[in-house]
C-alpha cells in the first residue's frame, strides 16, 4: 500500500529525477496559515463524506481563505493520476480500477451541507477508463442538481485525448453551467512541463464545447513562470478566442517540491495586470491574472461578473 504522505511514493516518475532549488517566494504571494473555524468546519465536512479535494491534494496556496468561506473544490474519481505533469503535487500511478459510484452521491449531499451557491467539481486524469470519467461527471452534475437545483456548477475536466469523441457529448450534454479545461502553459514547453497532453487537442476540446452548446460558458487557464515569455501568453490568448473561450486565468506557478518543475521566475502584479488588460483588450467576457489566481479561486464570484458581462454584451 502506498503512502502518498511520502514525497517518492506519491511521485514515483520524478524520485530519481535532479533537484530543483525553490527560490524563496516575494512578499506578494505569501499567505497565512489556515486556522479558522470556517476552515475547520469545512474540513469536517468533506473528511465525513469521504471526499478528495484538489485544494489539498493539488497544495493550493488559497486553501485557508478559500475554505473559510465554505468554498471547496471537490475532485471526484480518485486521488491518485495516470498522468506525470511536472508542474503538479497530485500522485501519479495506477489508480483502483473501478470508480465509487456512491461517490456522486456524496458530493451532492456535501455541496448541501456547505450550502454552496457554486460550486466546481475537478478530477485526476484516468487514462485507465474508456470514457476517462465522463460518465462519472454526468453524473456528478445530476446529483447536485437533484440536490442542489440552485447551485451553480462548474466543471474542471480532463482532455479525453484517449478517449472517442464522442464521450465530451455525455458532460455537455448534463449541462454544467461552466466547462473549464486548463491549457496550463505556451505549447512550447508541453514537452517538458504536460507530457502526454498535446496543446491543440486541449484548444480543440474547449472549441468542440461551444459546438455542441453555444450558450455554454467556456474557461481556461495558464501558469506563468515557468519559461514562457510574454508574446507566447499573448499567442495563446489568441488562441483561446479563436476558439471562443468566454474565461480567461492566469496565476503563477508555484514548485510544489525539489522534484517539480522549476520556477523560472515570478512575475510580478504590475505584469499581471497588463496581461489583464490584454486579454480583456482580445474580448474575453471575464479574466483573472493575478499571483494567487487559480481556476477555482473566487470562482462563484467571478461566474457572476461573467454571466453579467454577457448580458451587457447582448443589451450593448
Excluded at 287 to 292: D, F, G, H, I, R
Aim: aromatic residues 6%; hydrophobic residues 35%.
Amino acid at each position: 500500500m502506498r503512502d502518498l504522505k511520502i514525497p517518492q511514493q506519491r511521485h514515483p516518475e520524478k524520485a530519481r529525477g535532479p533537484d530543483n532549488a525553490q527560490p524563496r517566494k516575494p512578499d506578494w504571494i505569501r499567505v497565512k496559515a489556515p486556522t479558522s473555524a470556517g476552515y475547520k468546519k469545512t474540513r469536517n465536512i468533506l473528511r465525513d463524506h469521504k471526499l478528495v479535494t484538489v485544494c489539498e491534494e493539488a497544495g493550493c496556496p488559497n486553501v485557508g481563505e478559500c475554505w473559510s468561506q465554505g468554498h471547496a473544490t471537490m475532485m471526484i474519481m480518485g486521488d491518485v493520476c495516470t498522468r506525470a505533469c511536472t508542474f503538479c503535487n497530485i500522485a501519479t500511478g495506477k489508480p483502483p480500477e473501478d470508480l465509487d459510484v456512491f461517490e456522486p452521491g456524496r458530493v451532492a449531499d456535501a455541496v448541501k451541507k456547505l450550502g454552496l451557491n457554486h460550486v466546481v467539481i475537478t478530477s485526476v486524469d484516468r487514462d485507465d477508463i474508456k470514457d476517462g470519467g465522463a460518465a462519472h461527471f454526468a453524473q456528478t452534475i445530476r446529483a447536485i442538481r437533484r440536490q442542489s437545483p440552485d447551485t451553480t456548477i462548474e466543471i474542471l475536466t480532463p482532455d479525453f485525448i484517449r478517449c472517442d469523441p464522442a464521450v465530451l457529448e455525455q458532460v455537455v450534454a448534463a449541462r454544467p453551467d461552466v466547462f473549464n479545461h486548463n491549457l496550463e502553459t505556451v505549447p512550447g514547453l508541453y514537452p517538458e512541463v504536460r507530457p502526454g497532453a498535446r496543446y491543440f487537442h486541449s484548444l480543440r476540446l474547449l472549441q468542440r464545447v461551444k459546438e455542441l452548446d453555444p450558450t455554454m460558458f467556456t474557461k481556461s487557464g495558464i501558469m506563468v513562470g515557468l519559461g514562457e515569455d510574454r508574446q507566447a501568453v499573448l499567442q495563446v490568448m489568441e488562441d483561446m478566442r479563436a476558439a471562443d473561450i468566454d474565461f480567461l486565468t492566469i496565476g503563477q506557478y508555484l514548485q510544489p517540491t525539489p522534484k517539480h518543475h522549476k520556477v523560472d521566475r515570478f512575475v510580478t502584479p504590475d505584469e499581471f495586470a497588463a496581461y489583464e488588460k490584454a486579454a480583456f483588450g482580445k474580448g474575453f467576457l471575464m479574466v483573472s491574472a493575478t499571483p494567487l489566481t487559480r481556476s477555482s479561486y473566487h470562482a462563484g464570484d467571478d461566474f457572476a461578473r461573467l454571466r453579467a458581462a454577457r448580458l451587457a454584451k447582448l443589451n450593448g
